[in-house]
């Protein structure tokens, strides 16, 4: 491949692509605002092309200057990374459209995904099971209170567009519901546009499990095991572990079932996510990510399988390799296979509490771990962006030495110049609660009071 592909992302993410591509023998493109002039994604690729002022809206959300640096690069393919625009379905258009090829799925199948209630709706028709709730959009009025008493508190209102928490809310009162309805919606239309909700029954403190997924488009998926995601502040995910401590091989083999068959109803093309909720032994479809996860490494380490060559592979050249070594040609032969878990792995996010300049940056080694990250002595974090610095994942034998394996990690790893919420990851670690493996999303809640500020 002689033209390239151009990353239309920053920090870690174009870090960990562009590794892939000279693994690949592929030129590298990298974008960067005048914010990230002198970032390490920058340094690494074998051209960089600024884009615009830091403001993400002028420049990693500018679809027009992505797709112009594209075509002035001689760039064959756009890998979208992770949020900005990875689940644009008009980003994904417009890149197809100027003769590039998007490394994701089809344009169509973001939209369907991207709408919760219609991802629901494929969920039912591939017989996934969902929780109770509205079939479609709901107003407020009347309609709202009676389909309300029909699914049964506690309720949760979410946006059909977006995620991140926004445009979501808990009732535990119908005299709320009214209320809140609105300020969802209001809430949904400023984040994204779409200011459609629905309403879901809530369930509590559920583990939240998603499995990760590969497939070539044409009806053969990859199933690769589960991560549990379930340590979370404010929806936002901080520990990831793989295999779920509350996932029996009998849920496992049955979650990626439902999931081969969900996937290949939508032919799905590339590396996707599904998300589910466990709760008393029973698992409920949540959501599709139509792109990779910030988390993927767990499942890299669990397999021994780069997520980021495949989605070149299925891209590019219309095919992907499975675990074992096999390698799975476009062919409509609907083929599923399930890979496994080997061992146990963990990650753990690193987050700047403060931006600035990083004074010195040591990372921790030894065997079986991983550093995925964009930081080096002398970089700045601006405050323009996502705070997350850094991914620390460990694979290991058993759950108890792969956590006395990051214990090690988090203790050898060290930021300076910036405040970061190690302490905290730490913290949680070594709770008793998380280490019995039997908690909750609302593990952090119920640990707060006791944690570092971070």
């Known amino acids: 491949m002689k033209g390239g592909i151009l990353i239309a992302n920053r920090g870690e993410i174009a870090v960990r692509v562009i590794r892939s591509c000279k693994e690949m023998g592929i030129p590298s493109v990298a974008v960067y605002s005048t914010a990230d002039k002198d970032a390490l994604h920058v340094k690494m690729a074998d051209k960089a092309v600024c884009i615009g002022p830091p403001a993400a809206k002028d420049s990693y959300l500018n679809k027009q200057a992505l797709i112009m640096a594209a075509l002035h690069s001689g760039c064959e393919a756009i890998h979208p990374g992770v949020g900005f625009l990875s689940e644009n379905a008009d980003f994904a258009r417009q890149v197809n459209k100027a003769g590039i090829k998007f490394i994701g799925a089809h344009p169509d199948v973001i939209d369907l995904l991207g709408d919760k209630v219609k991802a629901r709706r494929a969920a039912l028709e591939a017989g996934l099971p969902i929780t109770p709730g509205s079939p ?10 009676e389909e309300a008493k029909r699914i049964g508190l506690p309720i949760i209102i979410k946006a059909a567009a977006g995620g991140g928490g926004k445009g979501m809310r808990i009732v535990r009162d119908f005299a709320e519901l009214e209320k809140n309805l609105t300020l969802c919606s209001s809430e949904a239309l400023k984040a994204f546009g779409d200011g459609t909700v629905f309403l879901e029954r809530y369930l509590e403190n559920p583990r939240h499990v998603e499995l990760q997924i590969m497939a070539d488009g044409m009806g053969n998926v990859c199933v690769l095991g589960e991560r549990d995601c379930s340590v979370q502040r404010n929806h936002q995910k901080l520990l990831e572990e793989s295999p779920s401590t509350q996932v029996t091989d009998q849920m496992r083999k049955a979650m990626s079932r439902d999931a081969g068959n969900l996937f290949r109803n939508l032919k799905y093309a590339g590396a996707g996510t599904i998300e589910f909720l466990v709760k008393n032994g029973e698992f409920f479809f949540m959501e599709v990510n139509a792109r990779i996860q910030v988390e993927h490494p767990v499942t890299e380490m669990i397999c021994g399988y780069d997520l980021i060559r495949q989605q070149i592979l299925v891209a590019l050249a219309n095919r992907m390799e499975c675990p074992n070594g096999d390698l799975v040609t476009i062919a409509a032969e609907g083929k599923q296979g399930i890979s496994i878990p080997g061992g146990y792995a963990l990650e753990c996010r690193v987050n700047a509490l403060t931006p600035g300049k990083v004074t010195k940056f040591n ?54 110049g910036i405040k970061t919420n190690i302490a905290s990851q730490l913290a949680i670690l070594k709770s008793k609660q998380f280490r019995s493996g039997d908690f909750g999303t609302g593990l952090y809640a119920i640990l707060e009071k006791e944690l570092p500020n971070g």
């Open 136 to 145: 479609g959009a709901i107003q407020p009025g009347p309609g709202a209170l």
């Open 363 to 416: 990372t921790p080694g030894g065997p079986e771990v991983r550093v995925d990250s964009f930081l080096y002595d002398g970089c700045t974090v601006p405050p323009t962006y996502d705070s997350m610095v850094a991914k620390i994942i460990v694979h290991a034998r058993s759950r108890d030495e792969g956590l006395a394996r990051m214990e090690r990690a988090l203790n050898e790893l060290v930021i300076e």
